[in-house]
T-cell receptor, first 112, second 115 residues
Framework: DADVTQTPRNRITKTGKRIMLECSQT?????MYWYRQDPGLGLRLIYY???????NKGEISDGYSVSRQAQAKFSLSLESAIPNQTALYFC???????????FGPGTRLLVL | DQQVKQNSPSLSVQEGRISILNCDYT??????FLWYKKYPAEGPTFLIS?????DKNEDGRFTVFLNKSAKHLSLHIVPSQPGDSAVYFC??????????????FGKGTKLSVKP
């Protein structure tokens, strides 16, 4: 079984809809991250969490919110989706600062 | 303002030859650097890393070189294999400066290794 899983893997939604992307990990890591990848722009950090009670904004948090339900679960929400949020979304985990991050397989989101 | 730059969007090499992927950075606080590899429909996977106290780190066919004075690092793959065809991301982090050790990624370089 994969250590970091993301659901759904693909999602098509309409402008204005609320959508939640979910991430689960079995690695036992405290740190979890949400990234967005756009063509030609690399990976950009949306939110990160160092433990259940610690949530931090990343480089591009506007229009997104997160919930850390447990050590193993970190969800990303788009409260009112817009077309420029069409992208690949990745969840990642790490054991400590500056340690290797382990990525999930990604969610491909299309906002019409 | 990009702190980590990969100026070559793509690179094509022949199987068996050397692949050299380059990365430049602007933040002098960065002291830890990583390379990730990404295949289509998969998440990035860690490849190799280097601390700023070193100028070279080697792992099998993969070697990363760090030139701190030039703020430049490179990934060498020798010999290149068709299975190395992927997008390679350079990433950097700083021990201090408010980034809390988070990774800053470059835009990636797509490597194609032709048989």
């Amino acid at each position: 079984d994969a250590d970091v899983t993301q659901t759904p893997r693909n999602r098509i939604t309409k402008t204005g809809k609320r959508i939640m992307l979910e991430c689960s990990q079995t690695k036992g890591h405290d740190r979890m991250y949400w990234y967005r990848q756009d063509p030609g722009l690399g990976l950009r950090l949306i939110y990160y969490s160092f433990d259940v009670k610690d949530i931090n904004k990343g480089e591009i948090s506007d229009g997104y919110s997160v919930s850390r339900q447990a050590q193993a679960k970190f969800s990303l929400s788009l409260e009112s989706a817009i077309p420029n949020q069409t992208a690949l979304y990745f969840c990642a985990t790490s054991d400590a600062p500056r340690e290797t991050q382990y990525f999930g397989p990604g969610t491909r989101l299309l906002v019409l | 303002d990009q702190q980590v730059k990969q100026n070559s969007p793509s690179l094509s090499v022949q199987e068996g030859r050397i692949s050299i992927l380059n990365c430049d950075y602007t933040n002098s606080m960065f002291d830890y650097f990583l390379w990730y590899k990404k295949y289509p429909a998969e998440g990035p996977t860690f490849l190799i890393s280097i601390s700023s106290i070193k100028d070279k780190n080697e792992d099998g066919r993969f070697t990363v070189f760090l030139n701190k004075s030039a703020k430049h690092l490179s990934l060498h793959i020798v010999p290149s294999q068709p299975g190395d065809s992927a997008v390679y991301f350079c990433a950097a982090s700083a021990r201090s400066g408010g980034s809390q050790g988070n990774l800053i990624f470059g835009k990636g370089t797509k490597l194609s290794v032709k048989p």
